[in-house]
C-alpha cells in the first residue's frame, strides 16, 4: 500500500549503546535517553523522527569488543512519528520564498523547492518576469500561501535536521487541506514545546 501522509505511526528499529555506568537498573531508562538523542530531530535511514512514543523491545546487549570503554551495544524496537517524503506523496505546504523560476516552501522540517520546469502549466501561468498565476483564481501566488506539491525527490543526510525535496508545483491548497496542514504543524509545535516528557518503555 502507497504512503498517504507525509507524517505517520511507525516501528522501527536501530541500535543503541549503553556506557558502563549507564547499566544499572535503570538501564531501560538509560536506553530510552540515549535512544532519543540519537534519532530524534534527526534524518535517519527512515525519514526524520519527530517523536520517539516508547520503547517496544530490545534484545540482549553485546559488548563493543572494538574498545576497551565497556560499551554495550543494543537492538531496540521502537515506535515513533516518523516524516517521510516519499516520490509522488502530495504535501501541502506554505510558500517561504519566491526568487525568479524558484519557489522555496516548507511543510515541518521538510524544505520543498519547486523550479520553473516542474509547474503545472494547465494549472498555473508564469511571466517573463517570473510570476506565477493560478488560472482558474487568477491570483498570482505569493509569499505565505499555502500549495499543494507533489514529490520527485528528495536530498539529505544522515543526522540533519531538514529533508530538501524536490517537487512540482500541482495545485493551490483547498480549505480542508490547509486545516490539515494546519493540523500536522500544531501536532509538531506541541511536540517541541513537551520536549521535556519522557517517552515509556512498555
Known sequence: MS???LYYQTHLNTTVTL???QQDSEMDDHLLGNLVQKVKSKVIENGIVIKVHRLIDYDYGIVDKSGLTGDVKYDVKYECLLCLPVAHLE???VISNMIKGIVVAQNGPVIIVIQEINIDT???TVSPSGSITHDETKKKITKGDYIKVSVINTDSNKND?????ICKLV?????????RYNEDQRLISEIESNANESPVFI
Do not use: G, H, S, V
Open 122 to 124: 494547465n494549472k498555473f
Open 161 to 165: 535536521t531538514n529533508i530538501t525535496a
Open 3 to 5: 504512503q498517504i501522509n
Open 171 to 179: 495545485d493551490i491548497a483547498n480549505r480542508d487541506e490547509i486545516k
Open 19 to 21: 556506557l558502563p555506568f
Open 91 to 93: 504535501i501541502i505546504c
